[in-house]
């Protein structure tokens, strides 16, 4: 009896670590044509995502206008707009489509336009905002890099 409770316990952690795997770390992905991971997800979620892209480009516009005109409270709102506050919009059927390498690169990317602004604000330094700047757009290139999205049920 007790090897029986055993095994049956084990197969519901292997069951567990699975899932886990499956839903934390690889997300629903497949291998494109293109060799990036295509993340699949509905026509829905995929608009939520890229119109979360499409705010990450419109502050680094504004950035570095705001940059180039030594305008750091412009620099910090732009800034704060796409911090890790606005990530709180992603939906739970969602986050569990997403890689944890995917999930890594959004939250670094969302706090580091957190910390740019707090330096914006504390430093006014438009040479170290930009610097920020730079290294904040290697997470963009990174993910574009790796990822790419593909609707569910559709190659």
């Known amino acids: 009896m007790c090897k029986f409770c055993w095994s049956l316990v ?3 952690l ?15 992905t497949v291998t494109a044509s293109d060799g990036r991971s295509a993340i699949l997800i509905t026509t829905g979620e995929r608009d939520l ?15 570095t206008v705001a940059v180039n005109e030594d305008d750091m409270p412009t620099v910090v709102k732009a ?17 569990k489509k997403l890689p944890i390498g995917f999930k890594k690169l ?14 914006a604000e504390s430093l006014a330094d438009k040479d170290y905002a930009l610097a920020q700047m730079g290294k904040l ?6 993910c574009h890099a790796a990822y790419r999205f593909s609707l569910e049920g559709v190659e």
């Open 137 to 142: 757009m290697a997470n963009c290139v990174a």
């Open 79 to 95: 800034a704060k707009k796409v911090g890790f506050a606005a990530q709180a919009e992603v939906p739970p059927a969602l986050m």
């Open 14 to 28: 292997l069951v567990i670590v699975g899932t886990g795997y499956l839903f934390i770390f690889k997300g629903q």
């Open 49 to 63: 995502v890229l119109s979360e892209m499409r705010l990450f480009l419109e502050a680094v516009q504004i950035i």
């Open 106 to 119: 959004g939250a670094g990317t969302h706090k580091a336009f957190d910390q740019l602004a707090l330096d």
């Open 10 to 12: 084990l197969v519901l």
